[in-house]
């Protein structure tokens, strides 16, 4: 098992620039979940989807925020234009959204700096 | 106030030491929860899920209060690979398997 493949691993650019961020769940996972981390708010929900149908996005920060899951295997996160205050740790997570299931499985991460 | 609440620490113990975290969640319709363990620039990993009846896992012991909104993490005979940063997670249900983090307690385990 692959796990929850995330890519790149880190971006650098500047503002005012877009960035597409990827996700690939674990396969067989119906739920995709995107969230941010800082050190000043922790780790926030910004939109999960469940069957690649988007269900709650109401932790997108702002418009400029965008994601889509095309297929059950790939899914993006889209900022533009992006902002230095967007700079911050991206993960996504995947699991099976059935009573009982553990948890989700992260993956590395997407480590973003907008200067 | 936050839907999850922990302590952020940190808490620095010798090895060996006994040392214990808390968390409160905000939802009283909350139906599951875990602990997740993240070390220092690695993604958050699920050390333990959290049964009502209270959990163990080898030096790992897991307490859940309903009633009081409570739960606790107990780590004995702390190891200096327990260093890490540990996250109290609710399930707030909805049928969508949506977890909610709380802000992590850091743990520093010194020889």
């Known amino acids: 098992d692959a796990g929850v493949i995330q890519s790149p691993r880190h971006e650098v650019t500047e503002m005012g620039q877009e960035v597409t961020l990827r996700c690939k769940p674990i396969s067989g996972h119906n739920s995709l979940f995107w969230y941010r981390q800082t050190m000043m708010r922790g780790l926030e929900l910004l939109i999960y989807?469940?069957?690649?149908?988007?269900?709650?996005d109401s932790g997108m920060p702002e418009d400029r925020f965008s994601a889509k899951m095309p297929n059950a295997s790939f899914s993006t996160l889209k900022i533009q234009p992006s902002e230095p205050r967007d700079s911050a740790v991206y993960f996504c997570a995947s699991s099976l959204s059935l009573p009982g299931t553990v948890g989700y499985t992260f993956g590395s991460g997407t480590r973003l700096t907008v200067v | 106030r936050k839907e999850v609440e922990q302590d952020p620490g940190p808490f620095n113990v010798p090895e060996g030491a006994t040392v214990a975290f808390n968390c409160t969640y905000s939802?009283?319709?909350?139906?599951?929860f875990f602990w997740y363990r993240q070390d220092c620039r690695k993604e958050p990993k699920l050390l333990m899920s959290v049964y009502s009846s209270g959990n163990e896992d080898g030096r790992f012991t897991a307490q859940l209060n309903r009633a009081s909104q409570y739960i606790s993490l107990l780590i004995r005979d702390s190891k200096l690979s327990d260093s890490a940063t540990y996250l109290c997670v609710v399930n707030i249900g909805g049928g969508y398997n949506k977890l909610i983090f709380g802000a992590g307690t850091r743990l520093a385990v010194h020889p």
């Open positions: 939802n009283s319709a909350s139906q599951s």
């Open positions: 989807f469940n069957n690649n149908v988007p269900i709650d």
